[in-house]
């Protein structure tokens, strides 16, 4: 007995679900995209391995997204231009403003930055109020903006601040005992002790993780200027949604705190990039 054959307009059904079904499982070709950012360390610099926790962050989201990225490096106000303009694909870390957000789609958060008050190990320290802070030696480092609650609480003798022209001085009465607490970024916070004291004497040192102010979250941009942005978007934030599952995120802030990024030499940055 003869098999069925399929002929004419049935067999043209057939191949034109076939060919549906491959486009559907077709992975998104994989892009390289450009990415414009600036030098803040620890967060981003072209002299730290992985070019900074925050740069290893967004280049790695975009790998899991399947994408790849290069890094430019450009003062800050070029960067943002670039990015505005659409001469580059996306640029790194900004913090929300509504002048950038009319050229702009923002990313999921990439990271925090802002303040908290760091104390030797051995200090017991717990605070949610100024009131907490009473009669605390407090460092501070003029030109700062620490917030005018913490100013005025110290105007009005809760506490004083003993301000000094760098945070190095502040760090260093930190660690002879002759402050109780000074308030610093917590990525920048500890790069400063890595990069000034050995370790042994950076190791002395904390942080209470309960803000100064409220925390500034840090975003990937991408311009409204180019129609792939949105697309990109969504991929990118799935890729850090990924990191974040796993675990990457908080491995490579401790990394970081642990000076594991700092560059040792041009070898090591070839590594990195």
């Known amino acids: 007995m003869s098999s069925p054959v399929i002929t004419g307009r049935p067999c043209l059904t057939v191949l034109a679900a076939l060919y549906s079904l491959i486009l559907i499982a077709a992975p998104v070709a994989s892009e390289t995209l450009t990415v414009a950012t600036g030098d803040w360390p620890p967060y981003v610099s072209p002299q730290l391995k992985h070019y900074g926790v925050t740069a290893r962050i967004v280049k790695e989201a975009f790998e899991a997204a399947g994408d790849k990225v290069v890094f430019q490096f450009f003062p800050w106000k070029r960067t943002l231009l670039m990015s505005e303009e659409g001469l580059a694909d996306a640029s790194f870390p900004w913090s929300h403003k509504p002048e950038r957000e009319a050229h702009h789609y923002y990313s999921d958060s990439i990271g925090r930055y802002g303040y908290v008050f760091f104390h030797l190990k051995t200090t017991t320290f717990e605070w949610r109020e100024l009131s907490d802070l009473r009669n605390l030696r407090v460092g501070g480092t003029n030109s700062y903006n ?28 930190l660690l002879a005992g002759r402050l109780d607490i000074f308030p610093s970024d917590v990525e920048a916070g500890y790069a400063e002790l890595r990069d000034l004291f050995p370790a042994e004497q950076a190791n002395r040192v904390t942080h209470h993780p309960h803000p100064l102010k409220p925390l500034t979250t840090m975003h990937l941009l991408f311009s409204m200027e180019k129609p792939e942005s949105l697309d990109r978007l969504r991929r990118f934030n799935a890729g850090l949604q990924q990191l974040h599952a796993k675990g990457k995120i908080e491995q490579y802030l401790r990394e970081s705190r642990e000076g594991q990024y700092r560059l040792v030499s041009e070898e090591v940055r070839e590594e990195g990039l």
């Open 146 to 173: 620490y917030g005018e609650d913490f100013v005025n609480a110290s105007k009005d003798g809760l506490y004083e601040i003993e301000w000094v022209h760098s945070d190095e001085l502040n760090w260093r009465k």
